[in-house]
């Protein structure tokens, strides 16, 4: 089996070895020619978002988010928008994205700090200023819970030449003494989705004065999606139960989702099928299948087998749950195929998991019938995932499957 670090390598682009007809990392090198044009050590134009790092701990790199394509402006930094397009076609236009990032305490209230609030809290982009300590550098980030990003270079100064547009319901949140996750409810409940929401959460600017802090990224990334279905699965617990069982399916990118709902209080179990092949899977001989759950209670552990993937699904269920006012227990299964070489962030599972809600579901009468109908669309046995089901291995199951 030939690993991560090698695949490319030996492909070149031309064996199909990740089995896309194009290489996704293709639309990556031909950007960077337009790329190299572009960098200097002076940069003007508008900042879309800001990045806070996670190493090195308190003392994070702190820095706007920037653009070297404005054609792509109004979708850069919206992944609700990026849900359908090919996979070359996001590798392409987030190599455009450039990061500056200074050295910051998570406590600091610097007048960097401040620029950075700014820029976060605007609900369009904000033209800035800066200046780089060298010319910045041509490499490209990818990873499972952030999306890619291009180019990055140390700042050395930074000025934002226009004031932020901030929405009344919004600065009236801020000015109130919130707790960071009444805030961030509050914020939701008025319409900021959860990307903008985990930016604004990241820049330490909710909760209460005094303990406010920078949040990194990609710890934000996810504690938004879990406070706010946590906010929702309150309500939920109190909703009807459904009736029947109700199946929703949902592909992208070679990431296939089902979700089965079944009659009952909440409890949700989500699976995770990972083929060789994968970007986090090339040494597998044979698919690895990973399982968390939670009960009517909750969780009391980070969901660390599955991490951003377990709590972005169960955002999507219960943002589905809610709007119909009702309460099931629901099981999730994701296969992550072997296409999926590249990871282009968590968002891919929260946009994919939330088409699955888009449109009508499959109802049986029966669970043996969900089960058979989920079945027929899975590469992997389904009897794989009800030997290790939680809320499948139930007596009821076990007279239909003999496990």
């Excluded at 609700?80 to 397009?85: M, R, S, T």
């Excluded at 901030?166 to 900021?192: C, H, Q």
């Excluded at 600017?205 to 005094?210: C, Q, R, V």
């Excluded at 968002?347 to 939330?354: I, K, N, S, Y």
Aim: glycine letters at 6%; aromatic letters at 12%.
């Amino acid at each position: 089996m030939v690993s991560p670090a090698r695949l490319c390598l030996v492909c070149k682009g031309s064996r199909h070895l990740c089995g896309w007809k194009i290489c996704p990392l293709y639309y990556r090198e031909k950007s960077i020619p337009a790329i190299k044009t572009r960098l200097k050590e002076d940069f003007f134009g508008p900042s879309t978002s800001i990045f806070i790092g996670h190493n090195f701990y308190p003392n994070v790199y702190v820095g706007p988010l920037t653009t070297l394509n404005e054609e792509k402006l109004g979708i850069i930094d919206h992944p609700v928008k990026w849900f359908g397009k090919p996979y070359g076609e996001i590798i392409e236009m987030r190599s455009f994205v450039m990061r500056a990032k200074s050295r910051e305490n998570i406590y600091s209230h610097s007048k960097l700090i401040e620029k950075n609030q700014e820029i976060a809290l605007s609900i369009k982009p904000l033209d800035v200023e800066i200046k780089f300590r060298r010319k910045p550098a041509i490499n490209f980030e990818f990873s499972d819970i952030i999306q890619p990003m291009g180019p990055s270079g140390i700042l050395k100064y930074l000025k934002v030449t226009e004031n932020p547009k901030i929405p009344r319901k919004i600065e009236k949140v801020l000015t109130d003494e919130l707790k960071a996750e009444e805030a961030g409810f509050m914020l939701y409940k008025n319409g900021i989705d959860v990307y903008k929401l985990s930016v604004v959460l990241s820049s330490g600017i909710l909760g209460y004065e005094g303990r406010k802090k920078l949040v990194p990224t990609r710890w934000s990334i996810t504690a938004v999606d879990d406070m706010i279905a946590k906010k929702l699965i309150s309500n939920i617990k109190t909703y009807n139960q459904i009736n029947e069982y109700l199946v929703f399916s949902s592909e992208y990118l070679d990431n296939h989702f089902e979700f089965l709902f079944i009659p009952g209080r909440w409890e949700f179990e989500n699976f995770e099928a990972w083929s060789p092949g994968t970007t986090w899977s090339f040494n597998l001989k044979r698919t690895e299948i990973l399982e968390e759950y939670e009960s009517f209670q909750g969780r009391t552990k980070y969901a660390n087998l599955q991490a951003g993937g377990y709590y972005a699904s169960r955002l999507a269920v219960v943002e589905y749950l809610h709007k119909i006012r009702k309460q099931a227990t629901v099981v999730g299964f994701r296969e992550v195929r072997e296409g999926y070489t590249i990871p282009l962030g968590v968002w891919l599972v929260r946009e994919t998991a939330r088409n699955a809600f888009k449109s009508p579901p499959k109802k049986f009468s029966s669970l043996k019938d969900a089960l058979n109908n989920i079945g027929t669309r899975l590469r992997i046995d389904i009897h794989e995932f009800l030997k290790r089901s939680k809320i499948l291995r139930q007596k009821k199951l076990k007279d239909f499957y003999n496990l």
